[in-house]
């Protein structure tokens, strides 16, 4: 919906039965309103064998976040995060990325040495 076909945002659709499920009642709408986003974090952080390797995540919005907080899970050794939004950056800070830069401010290049790069990313 909305990609090879009009109607992302009507209020009612069809949609073949594959592409639908129930959620469970033990589930709230607010934890399933992130199934999706969190699917695309997870598939695109997954993509990679990511242990003890060095990530740059562009962007901190809901998926890059949560593609940010995988590969720290995964074991990657230093995540870093770009953003010009500070209330995002620090959020990504709150989930544990290495480090949350704001390109507004500064171009993260990789040679200051505080995450370990010793040369540009």
């Known amino acids: 919906m909305g990609v ?13 039965a594959f ?18 986003p969190f699917g695309n974090a997870v598939h695109t952080a997954l993509s990679f064998d ?3 390797e060095d990530v740059l995540v562009s962007g901190a919005g809901p998926i890059g976040i949560m593609a ?12 870093v995060i770009t953003d010009v939004n500070e209330y995002r950056l620090e ?3 709150k989930m544990g990325v290495t480090r949350a830069v ?13 995450v370990g790069h010793d040369r540009r990313v």
């Open 19 to 36: 592409n639908a499920f129930k959620i469970p009642d033990n589930i709230s709408d607010e934890l399933a309103s992130i199934f999706d």
């Open 68 to 79: 940010a907080a995988v590969c720290k899970h995964v074991g990657a050794r230093h995540v």
């Open 4 to 16: 090879n076909r009009p109607g992302s945002f009507a209020e009612y659709l069809v949609i073949p």
């Open 50 to 52: 990511l242990v003890g």
């Open 102 to 114: 704001n390109v507004s401010k500064r171009k993260p290049d990789g040679r200051d040495g505080r």
């Open 91 to 93: 959020l990504a800070r």
